[in-house]
């Protein structure tokens, strides 16, 4: 079996305790600190840009695994890198140019991710699968934590896996991840669980840690 990745999200967190709430989720066992940037154009809501991720960097040395949820994202992708990230996942859906954004990432020195929205086919990453280290399938519409794993996840995520076949690519599922559905979602093929809500609800560090165990063992 392969190793389960957990990255909770830090859009769930308080954000007037951000740095102790990285801490937090660094010594409950996350694998990665999962960064959700929202600009309020490509999604419906604005979360934080590169700065406050600067300031949180040095709080966990957890790889940053980064979520652009931007339009246009080019621009943004050095700030991204300088500011910590090690990972920088973007939307197929946010540009003309995906190809042109995955190199310019890697050409950063990190590894590139391409995210698609439950209405992208997962054939739209068919031909940058050799130029991405993770594909991220969204099983909500972005924008917002706490809402509901569409069902339709479980087939693109079959097919994702398929698509990726040997290549050592991380397979990431973003949304309404709980430890309900969490063992059949990686049953479907998933490496990488993203949980914003189901590690944060209530904000209470005591908390944590229990609630990414049972994401994990799932
Ligand atoms: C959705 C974000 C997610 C979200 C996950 O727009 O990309 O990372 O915060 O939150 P939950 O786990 O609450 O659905
Ligand atoms: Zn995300």
Do not use: C, W
């Amino acid at each position: 079996a392969r190793p389960i990745l957990i990255a909770p999200s830090i859009l769930s967190a308080d954000f007037a305790r951000l740095g102790e709430e990285v801490r937090a989720i660094d010594a409950a066992g996350a694998d990665f600190i999962h960064v959700d940037v929202m600009d309020g154009h490509f999604v419906p809501n604005i979360s934080f840009g590169a700065a406050v991720m600067q300031a949180v960097r040095k709080e966990t040395q957890k790889p940053f695994d980064v979520h652009l949820m931007i339009a246009p994202v080019d621009p943004y992708v050095a700030a991204f890198a300088k500011a910590g990230a090690d990972l920088i996942t973007v939307h197929a859906e946010a540009g003309p140019h995906l190809h042109r954004t995955l190199q310019t990432i890697r050409a950063e020195g990190k590894k590139a991710g391409a995210a698609i929205n439950p209405a992208t086919p997962v054939s739209a990453l068919e031909h940058v699968i050799d130029d991405i280290d993770l594909l991220l399938i969204m099983s909500v519409n972005p924008g917002f934590g706490g809402q509901k794993f569409i069902p339709q996840t479980f087939e693109k995520l079959r097919q994702a896996r398929h698509l990726i076949g040997g290549r050592p690519i991380l397979l990431e599922v973003d949304g309404g991840v709980t430890a309900e559905n969490a063992g059949d979602i990686i049953t479907a093929g998933a490496n990488v669980l993203v949980a914003g809500s189901s590690v944060y609800a209530g904000n209470d560090a005591r908390t944590y840690a229990g609630r990414i165990a049972a994401i994990r063992t799932a």
